[in-house]
């Protein structure tokens, strides 16, 4: 089963355009990156620059309107995420609780949907793209 | 350059409800779209946070708190990662997708090696490259 692992670092929600994590964190976290590879667990993964460097689009009666970062009303935001592949949450859970995160940092995981997921007439509306997304189904 | 769009979960997606055929049938033929254009690098959706977790780290121990979480507008049900040359082009593709009724997606820049400057050490570098290299092996 894939896990998305969500880092959501409080108070990157008003973080200054080009802030950057320190040094002595990149390193604890190249390593812990390390050990998730090591252990065939790791799929993917990125750090986001902070929300005042992107954008929002909502669709009101479907119609796009757009909003430069950063977004007042945003508690909680993203700062990175690693896909991995496990055999079920309590791995997932576990996986996590080893980050080297900080104390104002949560990390919330999620489980990423498989076609298999979804309805047979679903799946057949959805033929093809699941080659679109540049891996194949596990 | 590299952008993470973040789909936001909705009263829908929190509580199961799979999206129509037409919907997936829309997003099919966007997601089709994109990967033409080079653009899209992979999209996927999450289960509701009623099968994930949430951690948090205090004093080097992690506390673990399981979902749902409460329904903010934080809360995420999916994302793609796209390239493209700025932010206004990745913000022109995301008003073509075929979202509507008060949807809401995030747009924000994925960190490259060369953000971080001096703090990625040549080793960090280095690790980094490897990593990355077997993962896309995946």
Known sequence: MRFMMLMIPAGYATAAAGTMPSAEAIAAMGKYNEALKEAGVLITLDGLHPPSMGARVSFPGGKPVVTDGPFAEAKEVLGGYWMIDVTCREEAIAWAKRCPASENEVIEIRQVMEMSDFPDDVQEAAAGSTELQGRPEH | ?138
Request: a negative charge.
């Open chain 2, 1 to 138: 350059m590299r952008f993470m769009v973040i789909v936001k979960a909705s009263k829908d997606s929190e509580a199961g409800v799979m999206p129509s055929t037409e919907l997936i049938a829309a997003m099919g033929k966007f997601n089709a779209e994109m990967v033409k254009a080079g653009v899209m690098q992979a999209g996927e959706g999450l289960h509701p946070s009623s099968k994930g977790a949430r951690l948090t780290y205090s004093g080097g121990r992690a506390g673990v708190r399981r979902g749902p979480f409460d329904l903010t507008n934080d809360l995420v049900s999916g994302f793609w990662l796209i390239e493209t040359k700025s932010l206004d082009e990745a913000v022109d593709w995301m008003k073509r997708a075929p979202f509507d009724g008060g949807a809401e997606i995030e747009i924000r820049q994925v960190f490259s090696a060369e953000d971080f400057g001096e703090a990625l050490t040549p080793e960090l570098r280095d690790q980094e490259a490897r990593l990355r290299a077997q993962t896309e092996k995946k």
